[in-house]
T-cell receptor
């Protein structure tokens, strides 16, 4: 069935270091891959997304890469700051899925230490 | 902050009861999706409503039902509550321009925390 695996489950970095979170997906028809940041007591916030016709996308300190052949995608955060501390979720949608249906990974709890 | 609002923010019910959760979509959006997020897990798709009809459904039993109103707001109803229904219920709105809406950006509200005792 449809599945998204996310690693690591927890990640601790020093302020200023880079953080990388990796996801793999099972549905080869998936063509949209968003990343969400969820802070305590809040809903997931869309931070960046990528479509299957693009291999890489960058927005300031955040970048996402996609390897469709290997069916994996990654989130890269550079120059991390304490306010980046949160739970990050990757997700995948697919052309044959119902519109609006995202399959989420299990989440990565990122801790940025000052 | 998104323009998606959910009510109530917290709710406590007992097993067997029924519950209704409400969601107002972001201005300019015409589609609402509902997700269930258990503690420590990623959200799971329940269903989506577009043009006041269910547009797709995840692996949830029929006791989970919904509505969408002409102003694009939505309700999630859960009958015969079970202990495992305890979770954060998230509403997400999006703009579906037509077709299957592949890759539409979802914007989530802060959720309703439901506890079933």
């Amino acid at each position: 069935g449809e599945n998204v695996e996310q690693h690591p489950s927890t990640l601790s970095v020093q302020e200023g270091d880079s953080a990388v979170i990796k996801c793999t997906y099972s549905d080869s028809a998936s063509n949209y891959f968003p990343w969400y940041k969820q802070e305590l007591g809040k809903g997931p916030q869309l931070i960046i997304d990528i479509r299957s016709n693009v291999g890489e996308k960058k927005d300031q300190r955040i970048a996402v890469t996609l390897n469709k052949t290997a069916k994996h995608f990654s989130l890269h955060i550079t120059e991390t700051q304490p306010e980046d501390s949160a739970v990050y979720f990757c997700a995948a949608s697919g052309i044959y899925n119902q519109g609006g249906k995202l399959i989420f990974g299990q989440g990565t709890e990122l801790s940025v230490k000052p | 902050e998104t323009g998606v609002t959910q009510s109530p923010t917290h709710l406590i019910k007992t097993r067997g009861q029924q519950v209704t959760l409400r969601c107002s979509s972001q201005s300019g959006h015409n589609t609402v999706s509902w997700y269930q997020q258990a503690l420590g897990q990623g959200p799971q798709f329940i269903f989506q409503y577009y043009r006041e009809e269910e547009n797709g459904r995840g692996n949830f039993p029929p006791r989970f039902s919904g509505l969408q109103f002409p102003n694009y707001s939505s309700e999630l109803n859960v009958n015969a509550l079970e202990l495992d229904d305890s979770a954060l219920y998230l509403c997400a709105s999006s703009l579906k321009a037509g077709g299957s809406g592949i890759g539409e950006k979802l914007f989530f509200g802060s959720g309703t925390q439901l506890s079933v005792l």
